[in-house]
């Protein structure tokens, strides 16, 4: 991936995204103070997490498609997916960082506390819960080129691949930990575009709707 793509940011158009930003910020601030330069356990804290809203999204949006009986256009199958590969990070840096048992803890309550609150999010805007992802995205591709420095200055010992992660990805066989991380923040990057696109389309959709519902009103258009 070329340097432009893998830094790419939404910039905050509306109060759904800037909740978004906030809140991302806010998670942000708690995982360094946290975790400050510990990368192994910080991705295996943070991928147990990130593996939660593709399965809770996935999982809503077939609710929905089934109460609604309305098709999904495929998204159902994305966001398991993505469910699906933030678990195999979670796989992988398992390999690298054994969670203390404090980290344990905080994992068990961390999983209880964040699916309740993703999914009265999603529940309460679908718009808001995809920017959120695009957001802890975002994130995550600036917290794993940080990682990659560390293993690319030598101040983390690089080491091998683990087996897992060379057969899920397909490397070569002599690969080690730094290209790893590298496909991993590919990864993060793929999701936080989908993540950001579905919030868009949501968010067309809705200002199309109040657009409308104006018209009929006789209301002058404004979109925000
Ligand atoms: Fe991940
Ligand atoms: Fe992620």
Redesign the pocket.
Same mark, same amino acid.
């Given at each position: 991936m070329d340097m432009s793509n893998l830094y790419k940011h939404h910039e905050p158009k509306n109060r759904s995204d800037r909740i978004a930003l906030a809140f991302t910020k806010f998670l942000r601030f708690i995982a360094d103070t946290f975790f400050r330069k510990k990368y192994g356990h910080r991705a295996v804290v943070? =991928?147990t997490v !990130?593996?939660v809203p593709g399965m809770v999204a996935g999982m809503l949006t077939h609710l929905r498609s089934l109460r609604k009986m309305e098709d999904d256009r495929g998204w159902i199958k994305v966001l398991l997916e993505?469910a699906e590969?933030?678990r195999m990070?979670l796989m992988t840096f398992i390999q690298v960082a054994k969670p203390t048992s404090l980290e344990r803890f905080i994992i068990i309550v961390a999983q209880f506390i964040f699916t309740i609150m993703y999914s009265l999010i999603y529940l309460i805007s679908q718009r808001t819960a995809h920017r959120i992802?695009g957001y802890? =995205?975002e994130e !995550?591709v600036f917290s794993y080129s940080e990682y990659l420095k560390e293993l690319e200055t030598g101040r983390i010992k690089d080491q091998p691949a683990p087996k897992i992660a060379i057969d899920y990805w397909n490397l070569p066989l002599h690969s080690t930990l730094k290209d790893v991380v590298r496909v991993v923040r590919d990864?993060?990057a793929g999701?936080?575009d989908v993540n950001h696109s579905f919030s868009n389309i949501l968010n067309e959709k809705k200002s199309r709707k109040t657009q409308e519902s104006q018209k009929k009103e006789g209301k002058t258009v404004e979109i925000k």
């Open positions: 943070l =991928e !990130a593996a993505e590969n933030e990070h992802v802890f =995205e !995550a990864d993060e999701h936080r």
